[in-house]
């Protein structure tokens, strides 16, 4: 989640969040009224804070609570009692597939509140394996902004957790659904100048057989059809090419095209000093890459 | 060095914003180069080595690199595999792509097979004299690591 937030934990170890331009004494139909009012101890103020987080703070306290849950897709309700989310419900759904909805949210408001108890758990599943539920949901379902390009030759790409900044520009990755869109689209981009076709490239994660991201000490961070072997080679590789780059007295490394007797590879540092690899399919149009990272 | 290869690098040339090339085998022998003094034989023999355990660490995992392109900023390294010793070209950053690929592979062609020639060749043998000269009091030197093959240079510090 990345909007702002307010905290208010109550002794009870519960926490009152809000979106900071809300007033902090609105009521919230359902809203335990004085609910932050009365309580004693620390009222914080948390930026970027994740639902996901909130969640296991709540399960790690073992509240016995109930909370509402504002985000983009309209309000929900999370059920806990003692460690665990027991019954949850959006206006269309209940029970695991409404905590599953409420938790793919990414940006609202996290409140306590007054509601009946239900007669039964609905949700059996632990708390971590929900979010790890909705996180492949939500990995599956993001085809857009999974990798992003800088403008310009000098190569620095951010994944989607990666802060924004004015300098790159996202490249949206979408699924191709219509047969031969991809075609259709890497012609119209070649027949571009390449800045243009960089800003419109339309790639999406259908396109590439490999994604692997490396922290700069060569730990996986992410992975998408990336073998242990092949992330071990691209840590070794990155190494060699730094030496080579700093042996040469050339500036620091920013990305390379590899091209193999069966495929091709595409690297490159990102901001963070993460290395990015993909291995596109072999009918990938690759210029729109090539001229983001310089290539 | 062979004449005929340093003359065909030099071809290389004739495109816009190459700063020159070079040649290694795989064990770290610098078959031929035409790139600035500035480069000691050294730094080259060991930047090619290096590019050419690249290719030797993606044919592990069964990927046969042919040719590659790396930035560093203002430059890029461009590889082309010859056999099992690679051609590196040093060239700037904005550099016509298609035109350096394009003179990358005659080069390539035209001296595969002087480079297999110098890839046959037995690398030079240095005597137990030469390599581990006696040593005496004053002339005793600190003990360096034993360098992979092909390395002369880690990290800026001369190994043997």
């Known amino acids: 989640m990345k909007g702002r937030q307010h905290v208010n934990p109550r002794p009870h170890g519960a926490s009152d ?3 900071e331009d ?23 103020k948390l930026a970027g804070v994740s639902l996901w987080d909130l969640v296991q703070m709540e399960c790690m306290a073992g509240s016995r609570m109930v909370v509402l ?17 027991i019954h949850a419900v959006t206006a269309e759904l209940v029970g695991e597939p409404a ?78 659904e219509e047969e031969g869109a991809l075609g259709m689209r890497s012609s119209n981009v070649e027949d571009e100048p390449p800045g243009a076709a960089a800003a419109h490239a339309d790639l999406g994660t259908t396109d590439f057989q490999v994604m692997l991201r490396l922290s700069a000490s060569g730990v996986v961070v992410r992975s998408h059809g990336a073998s242990e072997q092949q992330a071990e080679t691209i840590a070794y590789v990155k190494r060699l090419v730094d030496l080579t780059g700093e042996l040469l007295g050339l500036d620091e490394f920013t990305a390379l095209e590899f091209v193999f007797a069966g495929g091709r590879c595409v690297m490159f540092t990102d901001t963070n000093g993460d290395t990015v690899v993909l291995r596109p399919k072999p009918e990938t149009n690759l210029q729109p890459i090539r001229g983001r990272l310089g290539l | 060095m062979l004449e005929s290869m340093r003359a065909s690098l030099a071809t290389l040339k004739d495109v816009a914003g190459i700063s020159g090339s070079f040649v290694c085998t795989q064990d770290g022998r610098l078959l031929s180069r035409d790139i600035a003094a500035v480069f000691d034989d050294d730094v080259l023999a060991e930047a090619g080595s290096r590019l050419c355990r690249v290719k030797e660490a993606f044919a592990a995992g069964g990927d ?67 390599a581990h000269p006696p040593e005496t009091g004053s002339t005793r030197r600190p003990t360096q690591p034993l360098a992979p093959p092909g390395m002369r240079r880690f990290r800026g510090r001369a190994v043997e």
């Open chain 1, 22 to 44: 809300e007033d902090e004494d609105k009521t919230v139909p359902g809203v335990k009224p004085g609910a932050t009012g009365a309580s004693v101890g620390f009222r914080a």
């Open chain 2, 64 to 130: 046969d690199l042919e040719a590659g392109v790396m930035r560093f900023g203002e430059h890029k390294i461009f590889l082309k595999a010859v056999g099992s010793s690679m051609l590196c070209i040093v060239a700037a950053g904005g550099i016509n792509m298609p035109a350096l690929r394009m003179a990358a592979n005659l080069v390539g062609r035209r001296i595969a097979a002087d480079v297999s020639r110098g890839e046959s060749e037995p690398p030079p043998v240095r005597t137990a004299a030469a």
């Open chain 1, 17 to 19: 969040i809000h979106d």
């Open chain 1, 69 to 85: 849950v504002t985000g983009e897709a309209g309000i929900g309700y999370l059920y806990f009692d003692r460690g665990h989310i």
């Open chain 1, 99 to 176: 905590a599953l909805e409420v938790l793919s949210w990414t940006n609202g408001s996290f409140q306590p509140c007054d509601r009946p108890w239900p007669e039964t758990a609905t949700i059996v599943t632990s708390h971590e394996a929900l979010i790890l539920e909705a996180a492949q949901r939500r990995d599956e379902g993001q085809r857009s902004n999974l990798v992003s390009f800088p403008r310009s030759g000098r190569a620095a790409v951010t994944e989607e957790f990666a802060p924004v900044t004015e300098e790159f520009e996202d490249l949206e990755l979408t699924d191709i």
